[in-house]
């Protein structure tokens, strides 16, 4: 007998059954919906809507059902459609026909607004937490191997030199506005949307604030019909969600990069790596590459619930139950991998004689070439172009700039002096730009002490 079976006089036909049910996901949200109907049923008996002896029954009974919950005791059922209908089952079957009272001035509309709310504002907090690890990983990183040089890429061809350290805190500031975007949509999913009934509100003199407090909610919605429509705060998230996969998947990519034998710069840890069953020699590493290949999976969740929202009527419409499998999965996309994320940087060896060696065939100092030209007064164009000319020369000689002769430079522009060596080393390349913000070892000293007051600021 279905809860709602009064009106049928047929039996549901099993296909649709099985089609219209969403119990094989939204069991997920089981813990919330037990939290949510204690909240309302304890309202229900201070509000006198049922009797304060009702109200602890029906109160008993969902502590007791919360607790077989966790101890892996319920067991659901697929004719029973969905998790609220599951819960009100398992609460008739452990106190009787007093069960029947829970769902007073409450439909299964507003309350699994209420679940989803409950869900994603803690999986919001989950993920800010996961971040702040990653980013005390790569703060980590960055302040151990201050001294590493690498070369810098535009293109992906030779640019400038930059400190790793640099690139590795490009990162900790992306993570750090993921974590922003994930607190302000965290805001949205702090809204408290029990007591909209199934969209017009109820007649019964119930308080939403009692609710409201005990759920410890920032703020109730305003609008009843905005309240069991209202999927926005799930797309923000998605959204979120979305770019932070996006630098994580950057991020991949590099260390993907990096620990190729061509590049060498690093070597990740062997328990973060896997092999191949044919290549004896092989170590891969799968864990940046999944990564990368989950990100579209995050992305095709936005696209997907942007799209089930596009054509809908106000208010609540079936096609909201699909809402739940993309965000779970997001989450359980993203968890793990701002988990595994962290530990690949932490335990990842830098090979600094590799990296400097990167620099034996380099021209990432041509700039500096070009701008001492200005400082004594040749006009930059003038300068790039006589600079272009000696790095073809080098190449052609099969060195770099620094392996010129003097005479040569002489030849090229009389501005030359023998000071010029001095600008081409690689260390005074990087510490000429000391501009805030930019790759001098004391403007990276400074950039890694705001980095770590922000992950104080938030312990
Ligand atoms: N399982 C449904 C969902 O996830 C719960 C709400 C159902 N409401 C209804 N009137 N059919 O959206």
């Not at 999913?189 to 019964?204: E, H, K, Q, R, V």
């Not at 429509?229 to 993907?256: G, K, N, W």
């Not at 696209?303 to 609540?316: C, D, E, S």
Request: charged content about 25%.
């Amino acid at each position: 007998m279905k809860l709602w079976g009064g009106r049928f006089t047929e039996d549901t036909n099993v296909l649709v059954e099985n089609y219209t049910a969403s119990i094989e996901f939204d069991v997920r949200l089981a813990e919330m919906d037990i939290q949510g109907s204690l909240a309302h049923a304890r309202m229900l008996g201070q509000c006198g809507i049922i009797t304060e002896q009702e109200s602890e029954q029906i109160v008993n009974g969902l502590s007791a059902l919360l607790s077989d919950y966790r101890a892996g005791k319920l067991e659901f059922r697929v004719d029973d459609e969905d998790i609220h209908m599951n819960v009100e089952r398992l609460l008739h079957e452990r106190i009787g026909a007093v069960s029947g009272k829970l769902h007073t001035g409450r439909s299964r509309n507003d309350q699994v607004a209420l679940d989803m709310h409950l869900y994603a504002r803690e999986a919001v907090v989950q993920a800010i937490a996961g971040l702040r690890k990653l980013q005390g990983a790569l703060v980590q990183q960055a302040e151990s191997n201050l001294d590493v040089i690498i070369p810098g890429y535009t293109h992906l061809q030779r640019a400038q030199p930059v400190l790793l350290s640099h690139h590795l805190l490009a990162y900790f500031w992306m993570l750090e506005r993921d974590v922003g975007r994930l607190q302000d949509a965290g805001k949205r999913a702090d809204m408290m949307p029990l007591g909209a009934g199934a969209l017009a509100g109820t007649s019964f003199p119930i308080s939403r604030q009692a609710v409201q407090e005990e759920l410890d909610f920032s703020q109730l919605y305003e609008n009843s019909m905005d309240a069991v429509s209202d999927r926005d705060y799930l797309i923000e998230i998605l959204a979120a969600a979305s770019i932070l996969m996006m630098h994580l998947s950057r991020f991949s990519e590099e260390l993907v990069l990096w620990s190729s034998e061509e590049f060498g710069w690093i070597e990740l840890a062997d328990a973060y790596c896997t092999g191949s069953s044919m290549m004896p020699q092989k170590k891969n590493p799968d864990v940046p590459e999944l990564v990368r290949g989950k990100t579209g999976r995050v992305y095709g969740h936005l696209i997907a619930l942007l799209t089930v929202l596009k054509g809908l009527p106000l208010a609540y419409n079936k096609d909201l139950q699909e809402d739940k499998e993309g965000v779970f999965d997001t989450f359980d996309t993203l968890l793990p991998a701002l988990e595994l994320f962290t530990g690949l940087v932490n335990t990842l060896q830098v090979r600094a004689n590799r990296v400097a060696s990167a620099f034996t065939h380099d021209f990432s100092n041509a700039t500096d070439l070009a701008d001492y030209l200005a400082v004594k007064g040749v006009p930059f164009r003038e300068a790039h172009e006589l600079v272009g000319k000696l790095v073809l020369r080098a190449i052609a000689q099969g060195s770099n700039l620094a392996g010129l002769e003097f005479s040569i430079y002489q030849e090229a522009s009389a501005a030359f002096a023998k000071d010029i060596y001095d600008v081409l080393g690689i260390s005074q390349v990087v510490a000429a730009r000391g501009v805030r913000g930019g790759t001098a070892p004391e403007a990276v000293k400074q950039q890694l002490n705001l980095a770590k007051d922000r992950l104080l600021m938030v312990q």
